[in-house]
């Protein structure tokens, strides 16, 4: 991890949710493109790899212990990250979970309660915390990761909470698109289907074998790969495009990367 401040023309990106899966991947593909990294997420030692991994690659990452859905340790986070950088240019809020899946009458108030501090809240605090700093520095470029699953109904049951997160986060990104785009900052949603990554660790089903939805067979389910899902390194080369100067003229879009995955159901 390198702590000197950076030079006045390298471009400083915050990715949340970056020491694993598709947060780790954009962490890296950012600093391949040129950016100084913050690494922001719970865990110290796996934000402390990645920091060490961009190293390697000849650049520089600060590690930044945060909670998304905690205000004060987010505002901290990005206090610190200005400090180092000087500046911020890029933004990827990607922290997320899955949380519990179960039937309606089934899942709990705090269930819910924990889905929505995560990933809507998250959201929420960690473009509340950066548009200022988007804005003074005359503009910039925001990708929420979001899901396929945000607009269509999820293949398997019990995902109400998640899924309600994930179409909250495809109307934020329009409504700001329209909201920011005065101050020239972009905001562009990705949503991935079947995605090699841990996520499914942070899953808790209960109770959705009861629950009917026909389902596609596993060939069908993604047609350009016949079933083989996506990895986190094709998600992090598309938010590498959206953040680059190529989408300048690219804002409000949710795009889909999911192997035609959504067009089955």
Known sequence: MHRNKMDDSKRVALVTGAGSGIGRAVALRLAQDGCAVGLLGRTKHELEQVAEDIKHLGGKAMVLVADVADSSSMRAGVETLIAWGGRLDIVVANAGVNGVWA???ELQPQEW???MAINL?????TLHLTVPHLRRNGGGSIVVVSSINGTRTFTSPGATAYSATKAGQL???QQLAVELGADRIRINAVCPGAIETEIDDNTNKRSTERLDI???PPHQAIPLTRGMPGTAQDVADLIGFLA???ARHI??????IDGAQSLIR
């Open 113 to 115: 309660d924990q889905t």
């Open 103 to 105: 039937p309606i009458d």
């Open 244 to 246: 680059s100067d190529a």
């Open 171 to 173: 109307a934020m990104v």
């Open 251 to 256: 804002s409000g879009t949710p795009v889909w």
């Open 214 to 216: 026909p389902q596609p």
């Open 121 to 125: 809240r998250g959201t929420y605090l």
